[in-house]
């Protein structure tokens, strides 16, 4: 679970939004500081960026005065308490001395900052500062410092700390520059000694640039932050189990007894939960809840509590066993594409256990007079037993006198407002019922009234699943405040494979959502949006929707396509330039509407910075920009296009000959790995009949399936990325059967390595469940994978199978079909993760006329048409 999508999905209930949104103008407005709703000061200049609200000073002529472009800034932390004051103290200190600053306008905002999974390289910046040279900055800090002695806030992590205050120092950059990173990403700059543009490094520690002198006034206070260290503490830390911004937890072993244990760390006015109370006031109600537990046999036995520095620690037995979501994999029968009945059953009986299990278990927490108030499949450690159940992570446990509300939740087991005391666990145990056999209940943050779709799925599929089991769990989890059960109507007005009424609905969904009044999205989809760029590119963007709905027919969308041009006259500042993530993919969809002149403006900007150090890649490296040179050369006859098409080809014919880069993190498929380099030397190759071309597109996909791994009880061939596998279309191994069917099209001699592993890839492109639906990390990859593909056994019945699986995650949008995103917290409706990328899978499948594709991977020359009729017949 991606915790960054709760952020984004508290401005919305439909959409992830960026949470500023919330103190926008309006009836619902989230409250601002008093300093944010102060007059701009004569001579200054006040604006909005994401949730920062940025003071310039002006010079004579009304322009931002002058200031360095890098250098030593200043960081206030702060808490909900301080942070009025705090404000107040920077603004009348910086304004009069002409000193740029920025500060978080809103409670709200600050919160989000400081919040449990906040991001650890911004957590606690709630003030910025801006000094002109190390002269000011000693100044200011001296000044600054007395004034706001006394103060609170988080500890920035990134940065070193003056005194014992608020304040804190790093070097970076002040104005916003771009630089390619070593991997080929388009990353935030700075200049190092010699004037080059190097990446602005921002991990949760504090260094120094090494072409950077440390002032000396501050290293007094680099050697106060290195004198604190566990090495006096009497347990070894092995290993850390999880970092959050409230802290760690980490797996160790008491020196004095050998006894292995888990340490959990809290860090002070960090990691805040919903009512504001902070990582070290949990880990106390945690200890507590823990020691009124005690003796159970169901919990940790809590063993030490100690401070090191500022930070306090929890000191529990370490339970053998294994979280219950880690079961999934390796137990959940519907991971392949025909479940033996007899392996169906098992799991029905074992799930069946392990659930009354931990009803049991909930049972003897509520007996000590505590609701456990966080039940979800990672907070259950199943014992070595497979049988026995612990719960863990104590944190939101309260007693149950206090009839209080969730304020930690996992989306997926996340009670409604009216839930409190023991009905939280009640909630949450009901949704278990279903997430044991379909894990996709975070679909119920969007309408809780999906339960009783899921219900009937998991009644079809596991037939041995009591109806009672079920229908308990739908009342619980649809019930109303007052307690009867609410109404439950359609989920989705018309089912995905009803073709072309759900096309047609799917468009009314995604055109009802546009909203062109805004510059940072048209459409609205995933998170990534809101990265540099503004909502344009195709895999997130507005050119994706706008592409899906040319491709499936569903005809021009002209508002859409004014906003995207103006939108890119020009493009933002730090837009990225490749195919799927920036501006090469705009440009691509902009010339198939009709844009041409904008699209080539778009492609000379890229030519314009150092394009040739993109990475390799299809997302937003060399491969994807490649194809679209070479496409805008074929249709334009401009020739310099052609010759950058054909250096990059040449620079990834040279990289695919040099050694196999041997790292672990070498990422893998279509989108971000050897693959997309290989589409593209394969269209190359088909252009020009060189030979060597398609001998690099070899050599680029052995690199990849020498990546994939057979498993073991489905014998589909996936992608190993260590720690899991991965089957789907952008980074896994469907992705990588798309471009391998096209290259058998053309290879000649032996080939058998390659109709193996497309054979591995068709059976992990047939399971009968994904968690997921989208286009890239979802089912509906594998709904376009099997609509091109020509690997035999490719039946219609496969895809027939996957396209009513689509339906179990199918949504209504103003009464119009729709889909959830990535984390299926909300929906999206962008080509990626949500509705427009299953309309294009879904058109590719069933329309037999004109089906559609992804940009430069049509149907192969040799894709079966019998296919389109049977399903049409079926």
């Not at 949104?21 to 944010?36: E, I, K, N, T, W």
């Not at 944190?395 to 206090?402: G, T």
């Not at 507005?542 to 004014?562: I, M, N, P, S």
């Not at 490649?626 to 334009?636: E, Q, S």
Request: proline share 7%.
């Amino acid at each position: 679970m991606d915790k960054r999508y709760e952020v984004y999905a508290l401005a919305d209930r439909h959409f992830y939004d960026t949470p500023d949104r919330l103190s926008a103008a309006g009836p619902d407005a989230a409250p601002l500081y008093d300093a944010a709703r102060r007059e701009v000061p004569e001579g200054w200049h006040a604006g909005r960026t994401g949730d920062w609200l940025t003071l310039t000073p002006l010079d004579a002529d009304g322009a931002p005065a002058p200031s360095p472009a890098q250098g030593w800034k200043i960081h206030a932390s702060a808490t909900r308490a301080d942070a009025e004051r705090i404000a107040a103290t920077v603004w009348d200190y910086c304004v009069p001395r002409r000193i740029p600053f920025k500060f978080v306008p809103a409670p709200h905002l600050l919160h989000l900052r400081n919040a449990k999974y906040a991001g650890r390289d911004t957590s606690g910046k709630f003030v910025t500062v801006y000094p002109a040279d190390e002269e000011q900055l000693h100044r200011v800090l001296n000044e600054l410092g007395e004034l706001l002695a006394g103060f609170e806030g988080p500890y920035i992590l990134t940065d070193l700390r003056w005194h014992d205050g608020p304040l804190y120092v790093r070097y970076g950059a002040f104005a916003r520059a771009y630089v390619v990173d070593e991997r080929g990403s388009l990353v935030l700059a700075v200049r190092d000694g010699e004037g080059r543009l190097v990446p602005d490094r921002r991990a949760p520690s504090f260094q120094v640039p090494e072409w950077v002198t440390l002032p000396s006034f501050l290293e007094p206070h680099l050697a106060a932050r290195n004198t604190t260290t566990v090495g006096e503490l009497p347990y070894r830390i092995e290993k850390a189990l999880h970092f959050s911004n409230g802290g760690g937890v980490y797996a160790g072993t008491d020196t004095r007894d050998g006894r292995r244990v888990v340490l959990k760390e809290g860090r002070p006015h960090a990691g805040l939960a919903a009512d504001g109370v902070d990582a070290v006031a949990r880990l106390e109600r945690e200890k507590a809840a823990l020691e009124r537990a005690a003796g159970t046999g169901v919990v940790p036995e809590v063993r030490d509590w100690f401070a090191l520095g500022d930070h306090r620690f929890l000191v529990m037995d370490f339970l053998e066993g294994r979280t219950l979501n880690s079961f999934f994999a390796e137990r959940h029968p519907l991971l392949t594409a025909d479940p033996d009945p007899k392996a169906v059953a098992g799991y029905t009986a074992w799930a069946l256990r392990i659930h009354r299990a931990v009803e049991e278990a909930v049972e003897a927490v509520h007996a000590r007079g505590l609701v456990f108030n966080d039940l979800h499949v990672f907070n259950i450690m199943v014992a070595p037993d497979e049988e026995s159940v612990f719960l863990i992570d104590f944190e939101a446990a309260a007693p149950a006198e206090e009839m209080g509300r969730q304020v930690v939740a996992h989306p997926g087991f996340f009670a409604p407002p009216d839930r409190r005391g023991k009905d939280v666990d009640r909630y949450a145990l009901a949704c278990l019922r279903l997430a044991l056999f379909l894990p996709v209940t975070t679909l119920f943050v969007v309408d809780r009234g999906k339960a009783a779709h899921l219900a009937e799925v998991v009644a079809e599929q596991f037939p041995d699943v009591p109806r009672a089991f079920l229908d308990e769990a739908v009342a619980e989890i649809t019930r109303n405040p007052a307690g009867a059960a609410r109404a439950v109507g359609p989920i989705q007005p018309v089912e995905p494979g009803d073709w072309p009424y759900s096309r047609d609905s799917m468009v009314k969904a995604i055109l009802a959502s546009a909203t062109p009044e805004r510059d940072d999205r048209l459409f609205p989809g995933d998170i990534a949006q809101f990265d540099d760029g503004g909502g344009l590119g195709l895999a997130h963007g507005a050119a994706g929707v706008l592409y899906a709905l040319a491709e499936t027919g569903a005809g021009r969308h002209e508002e859409g396509e004014r906003w995207l041009l103006a939108h890119t006259a020009p493009p933002p500042p730090g837009t990225p330039l490749g195919l799927y993530d920036g501006l090469a993919g705009v440009a691509h969809v902009l010339d198939r509407l009709g844009h041409r002149q904008r699209a080539l403006d778009l492609v000379d900007a890229i030519l314009r910075e150092r394009w040739q150090r993109l990475s390799s890649d299809l997302h937003g490296g060399l491969a994807g920009l490649g194809l679209v040179l070479d496409g805008l050369a074929r249709t334009t006859g401009e020739r310099e296009l052609a010759e950058r098409a054909a250096e990059a080809a040449d620079l990834l014919v040279g990289r695919l000959a040099e050694p196999v880069p041997d790292s672990p993190k070498r990422r893998a498929g279509l989108l971000r790995g050897a693959t997309g380099p290989a589409l593209f030397l394969l269209r190359r190759y088909e252009a020009t009949g060189e030979p060597r071309l398609l001998a690099a597109a070899a050599e680029a996909l052995r690199r990849d399936l020498a990546r994939c791994v057979v498993q073991v009880r489905t014998g589909g061939l996936e992608v190993d990325e260590g720690w899991r596998t991965l089957p789907y279309l952008g980074d896994g191994s469907a992705g990588i059967g798309l471009v391998l069917d096209d290259f058998l099209a053309h290879a000649t001699g032996d080939t058998a390595e390659f109709e193996q592993a497309r054979a591995g890839i068709l059976a992990a492109a047939t399971s009968r469940f994904y968690a997921q639906p989208g286009l890239f990390q979802g089912r509906a990859g594998m709904i376009l994978h099997l609509s091109r593909t020509t690997a035999p056994g490719a039946t219609a019945s496969r895809l027939d199978g996957q396209i009513a699986g689509l339906g179990w995650f199918a949504m209504a949008y103003q009464g119009q079909l729709a889909f959830p995103g990535h984390q299926m917290m909300r929906l999206s409706m962008d080509l990626a993760t949500g509705t427009a990328g299953c309309l294009l899978a879904l058109a590719a499948a069933l329309d037999g006329e004109h089906p559609a594709h992804l940009p430069f991977l049509p149907p192969p020359p040799a894709a079966p048409t019998t296919r389109l009729r049977d399903l049409t017949e079926s």
